[in-house]
């Protein structure tokens, strides 16, 4: 203890607290009453079953649009344009490694009605018949395929990017696609499905040039190979009247990645996306209004609903669009370059961050006493609804981390996965933004639930959005009441899906008769009126004494342990508990090895008996203070060094694990942790 504070850098740290103190003193800020109360969040339609709706529905109705223009997508780029100015509108880094360069709305606009004209020019009626498959990354081709599908009343059919060669032509079939656009790595596995795809006709490059064997393929193939600036000069030569969709038009055939068997085909309107993004900019407005000078970096992919309602949000608002340069690896230079005002984050980025710095805070006294002080400053200014990055805090500690993400983010906006109390205050306090927690699924185009901007706590996923009833359904072999405010979680209102297409069976199953969408989630309605998700009805593992076991919740509190990446819990109905596949977090894991002296590589530290207790210590602890049940506890472990991935097949193109796969891969190493267990 004498050391510490005779250490110099310990004594400069204990005056930099105290000219802090002093800082905070002078320019404390007056704390902000939320425009809203955080205590009563939803609300119980009187003569209802249950049902909850937002507390800012009027009378309860829910809300279809928010501005008297904007029905469509098509209305909201147009209404972007026009609040804009004719602003800047979508960018990309020129050269890779460059700026940004950005062309504006009118120019977005000028190449989607070529593109279109083009369509119609190659024989491509517009209309409710004609569906357009998109086969590529985020790119600005994607934007304006999908911008001149909305101006001609064509149908976007996203094809996964990693979705495999099997479950194309199936989407292909199914939607009977006639012309598809294509990255060029995409180039030859389209025009190898074209024997067994006969309905598509045209494949669209949106590389510059079309290589002489790609061409000789095509030919063989009967497809007409051309590239993205062909087809545009082709549509500009006529160039044909936008017929625009209506509301209740088809805007996408988005398919949802299935665990099992092939991806099944959600029918999303245009009016079900208005209603879903116009419902989050009114759940939002209190605190942020999205506006032409915010900015965007898209890597998440389009291929599915997320990403893509954020975006008709922008433009609907007249902001910017910065593509990442597609590759992930350099994405945090994608964002210091960009420094986007709004970034959308899956939940892995945050805890990754939270890892790291808390990784640094650890080597040293001083980082950990100033860390903790900035973090007591930020979060009683936090719980006063004070969100700021201004403070000497910020400058003397978290400037650092700002900076990573750019230094100009308002909003972070989060989903698919719970994040913990702690990251969620760190990332709150540390970045000095709103951060909103989502929740819900492509049937109902993204979020059904989502966090107050003001919001100051964590564990659950807010309150209905405003496009939506929720309510809760008994499930008795679970347990589950709704008169004791749990059940299933099921969703109702202007943005849930038409159905599944082509597949009456499904729709019954996830649509009831009295059009309430079945999530499969089981939830809880907490006193302030919010949902916290505590189970999963799907999935379940029945174990030998009778219990059920929901993989998924165990494996979400695994995955809090710094050193774990990716976990995979699994079980037997003639066992009495689970087991666990383990891949640890290979950057935090090998400084946390040699802080130990363990030494090794990463394949070699997953072998290691000492590594492996570690990690089995950590997550136990974590299921304990989760209060997990004894039998939903993994009882044995097995490290793995090789990430699940799309590219192994052991997750969905959006990241879900791939159960039947996974419990197949790892048979025999299940039963042999099972064999050395009583």
């Known amino acids: 203890m004498a050391d510490f504070f005779t250490d110099p850098a310990t004594l400069i740290g204990l005056g930099a607290v105290a000219a802090a103190t002093a800082y905070y003193v002078a320019t404390r800020p007056t704390p902000v009453k939320p425009p809203y109360p955080l205590e009563n969040q939803s609300v119980e339609l009187l003569g209802g079953s249950g049902e909850r709706v937002s507390h800012l529905t009027k009378d309860g109705k829910l809300i279809e649009y928010m501005y008297e223009d904007t029905r469509t997508l098509y209305d909201g780029f147009q209404r972007g344009m026009r609040i804009s100015g004719d602003g800047l509108c979508l960018g990309k880094r020129e050269p890779p490694n460059g700026p940004y360069k950005f062309i504006k709305y009118s120019e977005v606009e000028d190449q989607f009605t070529a593109f279109g004209s083009g369509l119609i020019k190659l024989g491509i009626k517009p209309g409710q018949e004609s569906f357009i498959g998109i086969y590529t990354k985020n790119c600005i081709e994607w934007v304006v395929t999908e911008q001149a599908c909305s101006a ?14 099997e479950a194309v032509e199936y989407i292909i079939n199914q939607t009977g696609i006639k012309a598809a656009v294509v990255a ?64 209740d038009d088809i805007c996408t055939i988005c398919y949802t990645s299935g665990t099992t068997g092939m991806p099944k085909g959600v029918i999303l309107t245009h009016g079900a996306i208005v209603s879903n993004v116009s419902a989050v900019n009114k759940h939002n407005e209190a605190a942020f209004v999205c506006t032409p000078d915010d900015v965007h970096i898209s890597f998440l992919p389009l291929a599915h609903m997320m990403e893509r309602a954020v975006q008709v949000m922008l433009y609907t608002c007249g902001a910017k669009i910065g593509f990442y340069s597609g590759d992930v690896k350099k994405l945090i230079d994608d964002v210091k370059e960009l420094k986007p005002t709004l970034f959308i984050a899956v939940p892995r980025i945050l805890y990754r961050i939270y890892d790291k710095v808390m990784l640094g805070v650890s080597q040293s006294a001083v980082k950990q006493f100033l860390f903790s002080r900035a973090m007591a400053s930020k979060g009683r200014e936090l719980d006063q609804g004070i969100v700021r990055r201004n403070s000497f805090w910020d400058t003397l500690v978290f400037r650092k981390i700002q900076d990573g993400l750019g230094g100009r983010v308002r909003l972070i906006l989060t989903g698919s996965a719970p994040i913990s109390k702690d990251v969620m205050r ?35 996923v807010g309150a209905p959005l405003p496009s939506v009833m929720v309510k809760l359904v008994d499930v008795e072999d679970m347990n589950y009441f709704a008169a004791n405010n749990e059940g299933e979680v099921c969703f109702k209102g202007p943005s849930v899906f038409k159905g599944y297409l082509k597949l009456e069976d499904k729709t019954r199953e996830a649509l009831d008769s009295d059009g309430w969408l079945h999530s499969g989630d089981i939830g809880r309605w ?36 710094s050193l774990v990446e990716q976990a995979f819990v699994d079980g037997d109905s003639t066992k ?34 000492t590594v492996k207790k570690a990690i089995m210590d950590d997550i136990s602890k974590l299921g304990k203070e989760a209060k997990l049940f ?49």
């Not at 969905?652 to 790892?666: D, S, V």
């Open 576 to 609: 009495t508990y689970v087991v666990g596949i383990i891949v640890p977090d290979q950057e935090m894991l090998i400084p946390w090895a040699k802080s130990q002296s363990i030494e090794g590589t990463f394949s070699q530290l997953c072998k290691n008996e």
């Open 526 to 561: 907490l006193p302030n009126g919010a949902l916290k998700i505590i189970d999963r009805k799907k999935s379940l593992i029945k174990l030998q004494q009778g219990e059920y076991v929901s993989p998924e919740k165990a494996e979400a509190v695994y995955l809090r342990s």
């Open 152 to 165: 001609y009343s064509m149908i976007v059919v996203p094809l996964y990017d990693t979705l495999g060669s």
């Open 630 to 678: 004894g039998f939903e506890q993994a009882k044995a472990i097995m490290l793995y060094d090789e990430p699940f991935s799309v590219e192994n097949g052991l997750l969905t193109p959006t990241q879900k694990m791939k159960r039947p796969q996974l419990r197949h891969k790892f048979k025999d190493d299940i039963q042999e942790m099972y064999k050395h267990l009583p």
């Open 426 to 460: 760190f990332t709150r306090c540390a970045l000095g933004c709103a951060v909103i927690e989502g929740y819900g699924q492509t049937e109902c185009v993204a979020g059904a639930t989502m966090t107050l901007p003001y919001e100051n706590t964590a564990g659950h």
């Open 184 to 247: 060029t790595d995409k180039m030859k596995l389209l025009i190898g499905q074209a024997s067994k795809c006969p309905t598509l006709k045209f494949v669209i490059s949106i590389s510059d040039s079309i290589p002489d064997d790609m061409a000789a393929m095509a030919k063989e193939a009967n497809i007409e190979l051309l590239t993205y600036d062909a087809v545009m000069d082709l549509g500009r030569q006529d160039s044909v009247d936008h017929q625009p969709a209506s509301p």
